[in-house]
Each structure stands twice: as C-alpha cells, then as structure tokens.
C-alpha cells in the first residue's frame, strides 16, 4: 500500500525567498510517480509538478522543482522566489492501482510574508 | 490543459433531503472519475472510483447506499448524497485522471447541511 508523509504543518516564509516543503513515500511498485498540488482558500487543486520514478533529472516547472531522492524516498517541493500569491495549502500525492487513483499527504500550510 | 467541471459550487440542504453534485470532463472523454471529499484542515481522502457503464468502487468505509455514484456517459459522473445530514458537510471534489502522470480536478462543491 502507498503511504505518503508530510511532516510540516505549516511553514513561513519571507516574500522572494526559496522554501522547501518535505514529503516521503513508501510504495511496493516499482515505477511510481509523484505529484505535488496547491490549494488555495477558493479549494481549487492546481497541479504543480510531476515526477517519475524513473525521470532522470528532477523536475522542474518554472519557480517549482522537485528534489526527489529515490533512495531516501522523499521528494520535497522547493519553490524559488516566493510570492505572496503561493500562500496555500499544498499536497503531495501518489497514484496507486492501475486506474491511479491518488493516495495524498496531510498537506503543509505554506504563508509568505510581505 | 484538460478542463472539469463542477456543479454546483456551494449547496445548501436540510437534514434529510438528498443532494446531487456532477463532475463533467468538458474537452476530453473519462472512462473513470474520482470522487474525494475534503473536511475542513484535512486532506482530500478518496471516496470512490466511478466508472463508465459499471458500478463504482468504494473505499472501505464510505457507504455505497448513502452516496451513489452514476457514470452514465464519458464525460459525466454524478455523485448523490441521501439523506444528508450534518456530518456530510464537507467539500466535495473530483478528478478526471489522463493517465499516470496526469489528474485534473474539479472546482469543487461546498455542501452544507442544516
């Protein structure tokens, strides 16, 4: 069964600055992707980015990237550059059974500070 | 990208009347949706598979009578909720997947129940 961590309730952070929000996995399948989704107050779930298991680079989407170390089985959202417009809330998830449904993490309560 | 739809955004019942919300894939054809529900500060937890033509696939715990799922066409799934009560206000969201490395979601349905 797929399990995924969140290990930060919230987190702050100073308008233009990097943070990186933390997730693990624990997964039997043997190729697997990662999600990450935002949610702001309005509920809408924003997809981010996404990373396979077998992606050689880390993905990258504009001020997002992943930091995925297989490994460690973690792969933790950086966002460069914060804004006031990424105070959200945001999940990681993975897909399980072969119509990959989500299986999704607590979430982290990201606030950026003016 | 690919666009769902949710209807209605916000609902607002009494005790005991049933409440139906539907999940449309507006450019692109869904063989299975997902239905998640949402309680305030928490994750989405997902409630159900629904599929086209068959029966949906409930998670262990969610009550298959309570809430029924019809996925009668390609681009439209419907979830109902019997008999509601105030423990089944939550926020109701669903997703269309496009694949492993893809899941687009609705906006989502506020229901509240008096």
């Known amino acids: 069964a797929q399990k995924i961590t969140q290990t930060q309730p919230g987190m702050f952070v100073q308008e233009k600055e990097a943070v990186t929000l933390d997730c693990t996995y624990d997964?039997?399948?043997?190729?697997?992707?990662l999600f990450w989704y935002k949610q702001p107050s309005s509920g809408e779930m924003i997809f981010l980015i996404y990373?396979?298991?077998?992606?050689?680079q880390n993905a990258t989407e504009g001020r997002y990237s992943l930091n995925f170390q297989k490994a460690r089985k973690s792969a933790n959202l950086v966002i460069s550059a914060s804004q006031l417009g990424d105070s959200a809330m945001y999940f990681c998830?993975?897909?399980?059974?072969?119509?990959?449904?989500?299986?999704f993490g607590k979430g982290t309560l990201l606030t950026v500070n003016p | 990208g690919a666009v769902v739809s949710q209807h209605p955004s916000r609902v607002i019942c009494k005790s005991g009347t049933s409440v139906k919300i539907e999940c449309r894939s507006l450019?692109?054809?869904?063989?299975?949706m997902f239905w998640y529900r949402q309680f305030p500060k928490q994750s989405l937890m997902l409630m159900a598979t629904?599929?086209?033509?068959?029966?949906?696939?409930?998670e262990q715990g969610v009550e298959k009578d309570k809430f029924l799922i019809n996925h009668a066409s390609l681009t439209l799934s419907t979830l109902t909720v019997t008999s509601a009560h105030p423990e089944d206000s939550s926020f109701y969201i669903c997703?269309?997947?496009?694949?492993?490395?893809?899941?687009?979601f609705g906006p989502g349905t506020r229901l509240l129940v008096l």
């Open positions: 997703s269309a997947g496009g694949g492993q490395e893809t899941q687009y």
């Open positions: 997964t039997s399948d043997p190729s697997y992707g």
């Open positions: 990373q396979g298991s077998y992606d050689q």
């Open positions: 998830a993975i897909p399980r059974g072969s119509n990959y449904k989500l299986t």
């Open positions: 450019d692109f054809q869904a063989t299975t």
């Open positions: 629904s599929n086209e033509g068959s029966k949906a696939t409930y």
